[in-house]
């Protein structure tokens, strides 16, 4: 994962997630390039959240709406939850859902809330994806957001916004938690915002995927104050959904031990990172799946050499039967800028 709230695009539907933390309090994200936004971004500011709600599901109070029942804008309408068993998965429960009139000024058609329940014992950040489900029971799309730093016996509630264009808008009857990643907060990955203690980011892109082979990007940005020298192979340990390693698989230096043509081969070369440089290194798996049992490892705990500190990715490793997953050297990335810095030739 990189493990930040992400815009999820379904066909044809497109979804925007929007966090809000209540763990102690009731606080909104600060927007960046992690991708999380604050709760205005779901309504205009001067707008409640939801306008007035009622306790129950029904009718809206008159402080609501107009007296003949239509809705005035900033407010919303709860819809009942037709089978809240479905609605929990893991740490995760769905509260609540609502319809957003076209004239509430939100740019969401619909929002469920949901509560994220940390059962472990040590802070976590989590990875949510809710499925916003038509009349039909079909699945009009999903939304996936990040909720942080969620403390040991903590509940934190959270959000999600559902939005299309008016005329495009399905029925919405129900919405049900899809899939629930977490990592530690300590270990949680970041492609910018604050910089982490180590002086690093550290994330996975999306990949790619192709007749059965997966190629997938690590990449490190010194957001720190001094240089910083690579030279090796990324240090991995896969991870099961119960975060225990995975020892039936084989990690091999060289990505063209999978498939060539994918990037990271060759022999390892010292690269030093000035503040503001960035590095990456390729990952590549098939997901053939003959004899055995498939290894299917969504967590893959990366150093990014001897000693560095753990940074935990969600890539959601498909490794068939295979028992092998290859990763390449780190290289210098030359297409990435440093946002925060002008632009200053490499002496």
Request: charged share 20%.
């Amino acid at each position: 994962m990189p493990t930040s709230l992400r815009t999820v695009r379904a066909v044809p539907a497109v979804l925007t997630g929007v966090l809000l933390l209540a763990a102690c309090g009731s606080e909104s994200a600060a927007p960046g390039g992690d991708g999380r936004v604050r709760a205005e971004a779901l309504c205009p500011s001067g707008f409640a959240q939801y306008g007035s709600l009622p306790t129950q599901y029904g009718t809206l109070p008159s402080a609501a709406g107009t007296s003949d029942g239509s809705r005035t804008s900033g407010t919303a309408t709860p819809l009942p939850l037709p089978s809240p068993d479905a609605t929990a998965e893991s740490d995760v429960k769905v509260t609540a859902l609502y319809a957003w009139g076209s004239d509430s000024g939100c740019e969401a058609d619909f929002s469920a809330d949901f509560e994220v329940t940390n059962s472990g014992k040590e802070k976590a950040t989590y990875t949510v994806n809710l499925g916003f489900l038509s009349s039909s029971g079909t699945i009009a799309g999903y939304a996936e957001q990040t909720v942080v730093s969620v403390g040991p016996g903590r509940t934190v509630k959270g959000t999600a916004g559902f939005g299309q264009s008016v005329a495009d808008a399905p029925d919405i009857s129900n919405v049900k938690v899809e899939k629930v990643r977490s990592v530690p907060a300590d270990e949680a990955s970041s492609a910018s915002g604050p910089c982490p203690a180590s002086g690093l980011h550290v994330y996975a892109d999306e990949g790619d995927a192709a007749m059965g082979l997966r190629v997938l990007g690590l990449h490190l940005i010194n957001c720190g104050t001094r240089p910083y020298e690579l030279n090796g192979y990324p240090e991995l340990e896969i991870l099961d959904e119960d975060h225990d390693n995975v020892d039936s698989v084989r990690i091999l230096h060289g990505t063209d031990r999978i498939s060539t043509g994918t990037g990271g081969t060759g022999a390892p070369q010292r690269v030093v990172l000035r503040p503001g440089e960035a590095a990456q290194a390729s990952l590549a798996w098939r997901n053939t799946t003959e004899f055995g049992e498939p290894v299917n490892a969504p967590y893959l705990r990366v150093r990014a050499k001897q000693g560095a500190r753990p940074v935990m990715v969600v890539p959601e490793l498909d490794l068939g039967t295979t028992g092998k997953l290859g990763v390449g050297p780190w290289e210098r990335d030359e297409t990435y800028r440093d946002p925060t810095a002008a632009a200053t030739p490499r002496p």
